[in-house]
């Protein structure tokens, strides 16, 4: 076991921690070896001082040896998540367009949980719509088999966050725990397509992908958005290029940051995600999710792909009706 006294002593002195420290306190943490105090501390240094690469990978693999694992039967497939936390109160983007990749015909593992700043998470559109949530293996398998897509409700396989959850909550600050959801898929997809609220952020991921070894896009919208919301000029960054994209050049209007608006309820978020999907939604709305869910096709298409052919391929997903048709047949096995 290792001594918190000690490795609260280092982090005073500046000192990172090892990526294996830090799965050993994260295996620790679950098993109640420290007092709530302590872990507190831990958490606030961090914090003050920023989590290194390291100490994020060994948190994540802490988080998955302590957590429940989803072997998918499917060789390629794809999460779409944010990091939250831009406090923009946006509709569903990653969630929806994650049923327009899947109505292309890919494969997608979501990942997600409730909303923590926004009015609606993905677990909250989903959970909505009648999905029950479910870590049974062989139904998680029908589902993505069978419509393309699965739905993984974070607080059934992480198991280790129920231990730092109070704490979490009575600190005034988010801590690095809020970094880990992105990077946590109890499935451990081979792509992802993540926005992140910061070039900071964008950074550190980067770095955290590049360790892992997976096939990956982060997007950052300039204007502080944790996802292409064509308000404006935005980032990408993957494993084979980075460079700054306008909305214009990729043939999109610019949206008002009005028409990302969850609204203030729920029932309004899940109206816009089913508008979009149905396609009668506000113009703005349909080139936001098709410029998401184009950049993640790129990814899963390892770049192969230009992304004009790939917005090309979420547009037809959506106007042909087949995103749509994935979500009801999604609802059917999962309800």
Do not use: W
Not at 82 to 107: E, L, P, Q
Not at 222 to 236: N, P, Q, R
Not at 255 to 283: K, M
Request: charged share 20%; net charge negative.
């Amino acid at each position: 076991m290792i001594q918190m006294k000690n490795i609260l002593d280092r982090i005073l002195n500046g000192e990172q921690l090892t990526r294996e420290e830090m799965r050993e306190i994260l295996v620790g943490i679950t098993r109640e070896e420290y007092p709530a105090e302590q872990v507190t501390a831990l958490l606030t240094g961090i914090q003050m001082r920023g989590i290194s690469v390291n100490e994020l990978l060994g948190l994540r693999d802490g988080i998955l040896e302590t957590g429940v694992p989803v072997p998918l039967d499917v060789d390629r497939y794809i999460d779409v998540v944010g990091t939250g936390g831009d406090r923009k109160n946006t509709f569903n983007i990653s969630t929806t367009s994650c049923f327009v990749i899947a109505g292309a015909g890919y494969k997608v593992a979501k990942h997600g949980n409730y909303a923590s700043t926004s009015a609606s998470g993905a677990s909250n559109v989903i959970a909505r719509h009648g999905i029950k949530f479910s870590s049974d293996i062989d139904k998680l398998n029908r589902s993505i088999n069978e419509c393309g897509i699965v739905y993984l409700h974070a607080q059934l396989f992480a198991r280790a966050m129920k231990y730092v959850g109070p704490i979490r909550k009575a600190l005034p600050f988010p801590t690095c725990f809020n970094l880990l959801g992105p990077i946590v898929n109890p499935s451990q997809p081979a792509c992802q397509l993540l926005g992140v609220a910061t070039l900071d952020q964008m950074r550190l991921y980067n770095s955290v992908y590049q360790q892992i070894g997976i096939d990956y896009g982060i997007v950052h919208g300039i204007d502080g958005y944790d996802e292409i919301s064509l308000t404006g000029d935005f980032k990408v960054q993957t494993n084979s290029y980075e460079r700054v994209f306008s909305p214009a050049e990729l043939g999109l209007h610019i949206a008002r940051p009005e028409e990302l608006q969850a609204g203030a309820s729920e029932e309004e978020a899940a109206a816009i995600f089913d508008a979009v999907l149905e396609n009668r939604c506000l113009p703005a709305q349909k080139e936001i999710v098709m410029a998401n869910a184009a950049f993640g096709i790129q990814v899963l298409e390892r770049g192969q792909k230009s992304i004009e052919e790939c917005l090309g391929i979420a547009r037809e997903s959506i106007e042909s009706g087949r995103a749509f048709r994935t979500f009801k047949k999604f609802v059917e096995l999962n309800s």
